[in-house]
């Protein structure tokens, strides 16, 4: 017989998607218990009840709250060593601060190297599967997969394809973008825990021939996912229509070239047309929000309220590193903070569901990770209601879980994440 572990303390699931259904579709057990057997979740209950079984170890987390590892829907590891750059918007951002570092991407030695420092980093903030962009090199796609592999981690992940607007050495054509991402997609899809994502850049650094030659692969593939970027800034979306002035809208430079689908990630998302919004619901694509990314390059304010209410799919990410952050704590304190300034108050059950079963949603993958279920592969934290002095002396007044919760989503950092499990093993 396997060995069953239990983990002791406070759980909090869902029932419901909690920014539909409101926080009635949580549930918190002040003592609960998890039962871990080969790295996965089969049980999940009242601690009374299920300490009474055999267990080859028991772990008591006292008071932190059990969750479901965080889920960062969209990040570019290898910009891990130039984040929060000073001074630049998006496109003069790229330029200077991004391209260059990319280009170092192509000795796969430094790309091991950031991708280890990287993978560490996301596991001491409590983040157990990313979907991360790569670079234009081969090479950088084998060293995230490898790290992630090393380290038992559920991660998605593609080969970033751009054959224009892009640097001598950071360019290649529609063919090579569509062979090396076959070849990769072919070497690392459904091998252990990874998942390999046909990721074309954006449209601005794609020429229409490199888009169709992607388009074609994912049909060829359609259970990958394939993600990109959509509508950041409005200089961008001005550059997007003079590249491409028979297009609709600059969803229409993805859907007329085959990139427009069920499967589809589409970071951003922030100044949608009408038309756009509806072919998004229509095709049942996800949009992915990137929010300390939205401030930090100054892009704007995502309609999480306008876009939840009307049905789409929605994730939460970093976006590391024009995100300034690798914490998805930080990350819910930042959506909390835009939607403010769009007039609603997200409940922390929200900003937690968001940063958990909501991304899993956003990646297809709500039926392994983001939530604390029978079945559900066991990857979950111990977060540290109380973790500084700061935060102690306000959740110490919290007369529910919610205000005990809260002071830890807006001020949290590292040190609250008291432990990470990856598939039933601690890893921080
Ligand atoms: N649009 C195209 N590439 C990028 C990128 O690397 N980061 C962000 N934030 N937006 C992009
Ligand atoms: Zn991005």
Not at 18 to 46: F, N, Q, S, W, Y
Not at 227 to 245: G, M, R
Request: with cysteine.
């Amino acid at each position: 017989m396997s060995k069953r572990h239990l983990h002791l303390g406070q759980t909090l699931t869902f029932t419901a998607d909690p920014l539909v259904e409101g926080p009635g579709a949580a549930r918190h057990d002040r003592h609960g218990a998890l039962v871990i057997e080969d790295g996965v979740i089969t049980e999940v209950g009242d601690a009374e009840a299920l300490r009474r079984g055999d267990f080859s170890s028991t772990t008591d987390h006292g008071q932190a709250l059990l969750l479901p590892g965080f889920i960062d829907a969209h990040a570019h590891y290898p910009q891990t060593a130039m984040i929060a750059s000073w001074g630049k918007r998006l496109i003069d951002w790229l330029n200077t601060y991004t391209f260059p570092e990319e280009m170092r991407f192509g000795d796969p030695g430094y790309a091991a190297e950031i991708a280890g420092r990287y993978l560490g980093l996301l596991l001491a903030q409590g983040t157990t599967t990313v979907c991360s962009y790569c670079t234009i090199h081969p090479a950088s796609v084998d060293a995230f997969f490898e790290a992630a592999a090393a380290r038992g981690m559920r991660v998605l992940a593609g080969k970033t394809c751009m054959d224009r607007n892009a640097p001598e050495g950071l360019r290649d054509t529609a063919q090579s973008a569509y062979d090396d991402s076959k070849a990769l997609l072919t070497r690392w899809h459904g091998k252990g825990r990874a998942s390999y994502v046909i990721t074309p850049r954006f449209s601005p650094t794609s020429t229409p021939e490199q888009l169709s030659a992607l388009g074609s692969l994912w049909a060829e593939h359609p259970d990958c996912l394939m993600q990109t970027h959509l509508s950041e800034q409005t200089d961008e979306i001005a550059w997007v229509k003079s590249l491409f002035p028979q297009a609709r809208d600059y969803l229409d430079t993805y859907e007329a070239h085959g990139l427009l689908g069920a499967n589809g990630l589409y970071g951003h998302a922030i100044h949608l047309e009408p038309r756009e919004k509806d072919r998004l619901r229509e095709t049942g694509a996800a949009l992915v929000h990137c929010p300390t990314s939205n401030t930090f390059i100054g892009s704007g304010l995502f309609d999480m309220d306008g876009l939840t209410r009307a049905g789409h799919r929605v994730g939460l990410a970093t976006d590391t590193g024009g995100g300034s952050s690798f914490s998805m704590l930080r990350s819910m304190a930042a959506a909390y903070e835009v939607a403010q300034l769009r007039g609603r108050a997200l409940h922390p059950a929200a900003l937690i569901w968001l940063a958990t079963t909501g991304s899993a949603r956003a990646l297809r993958l709500d039926n392994r990770i983001g939530s604390l279920a029978p079945g559900m592969e066991a990857d979950f934290i111990a977060l540290d209601l109380a973790s500084t002095p700061a935060i102690a002396q306000r959740s110490a007044r919290a007369k529910d879980l919610w205000e005990a919760l809260f002071p830890t989503i807006m001020m949290g950092d590292d040190r609250a994440i008291a432990a990470t499990y990856v598939a039933g093993r601690r890893v921080v």
